[in-house]
């Protein structure tokens, strides 16, 4: 959750990021993919000791795989400046 953690900190500091909706949608995108790899993650944790643990791991694997297309595994300062770049261009 290191990118919601960054928004949410940005957020409560300077207020609502002023976005297109492009790069808004964009940044909701990254907390619900973030939010959701979370949760797979317990709940893969949990079922440690079934035979279902493994597939999780598919799920996970696209998860992860749209979270990175998203960012491009930048870090969230950097990830910022360039939706606000983009915002503005």
Same mark, same amino acid.
């Given at each position: %959750? #290191?990118?919601? #953690?960054?928004?949410? +900190?940005?957020? !409560? *500091? =300077?207020?609502?990021? +002023?976005? !297109?909706?492009?790069?808004?949608?964009? %940044? %909701?995108?990254?907390?619900?993919? *973030? #939010?959701?790899?979370?949760?797979?993650?317990?709940?893969?944790?949990?079922?440690?000791?079934?035979? *279902?643990?493994?597939?999780? !791991? +598919?799920?996970?694997?696209?998860? +992860?795989?749209?979270?990175? $297309?998203?960012?491009?595994?930048?870090?969230? $300062?950097? =990830? =910022?400046? $360039? %939706?606000? #770049?983009?915002?503005?261009?």
């Amino acid at each position: %959750m #290191r990118y919601s #953690r960054h928004f949410k +900190q940005l957020i !409560d *500091e =300077l207020g609502q990021p +002023q976005f !297109d909706k492009h790069q808004f949608k964009r %940044m %909701m995108n990254i907390v619900a993919v *973030e #939010r959701c790899i979370s949760v797979l993650q317990k709940i893969k944790k949990i079922n440690h000791s079934t035979p *279902e643990f493994h597939k999780y !791991d +598919q799920i996970l694997y696209g998860e +992860q795989k749209l979270l990175t $297309e998203l960012t491009a595994n930048h870090d969230p $300062e950097i =990830l =910022l400046k $360039e %939706m606000y #770049r983009m915002s503005n261009s």
